[in-house]
């Protein structure tokens, strides 16, 4: 979202939030919420969270791929897939998951993606893609 121009538009926009008074009719609300809605995840460092969790992500999957479960392996930031073998059904590992207790989607026939929010912790985190790769083992046993 920042990445061509960093965070300068967040830096812009906090300059304009000085000046910015809580709108009196309907014409400036949409501007106003959304100065304001910069100004918490500036705040929060959701931009630094998505990357630091992209991070953690990224990890478990790219070991799966290593570990040949795993076609690709695909993402920026907080949102991530991980593309299957074509033997292996999307929707069967996603299921799994849920059973596992790991909210996972499923994209067409072979792709499974992870959005994660912002204020999962890192605990939760590896929990979730715990009950992936076990949902994935699974899988992987069923079909061969």
């Not at 919420?33 to 918490?40: A, T, V």
């Not at 999957?61 to 999307?90: F, I, S, T, Y």
């Not at 059973?99 to 993606?113: E, K, L, S, Y």
């Amino acid at each position: 979202m920042f990445r061509q121009g960093g965070d300068v538009g967040i830096r812009a926009t906090r300059w304009r939030l000085r000046w910015c008074q809580p709108p009196r009719g309907t014409r400036e609300r949409p501007r106003f919420l959304l100065l304001k809605n910069l100004e918490i995840i500036e705040r929060e460092g959701l931009v630094q969270r998505a990357t630091h969790i992209g991070g953690l992500v990224s990890q478990a999957l790219h070991a799966l791929h290593r570990d040949g479960l795993l076609k690709e392996v695909r993402g920026d930031g907080a949102v991530w897939a991980a593309g299957l073998h074509k033997q292996h059904d999307a929707m069967v590992v996603r299921d799994l998951a849920l059973r596992n207790g790991a909210i996972v989607r499923g994209i067409g026939a072979d792709t499974n993606a992870f959005c994660p929010p912002l204020v999962t912790t890192d605990a939760e985190l590896g929990r979730l893609m715990d009950a992936y790769a076990s949902a994935l083992h699974e899988h992987v046993k069923a079909v061969a």
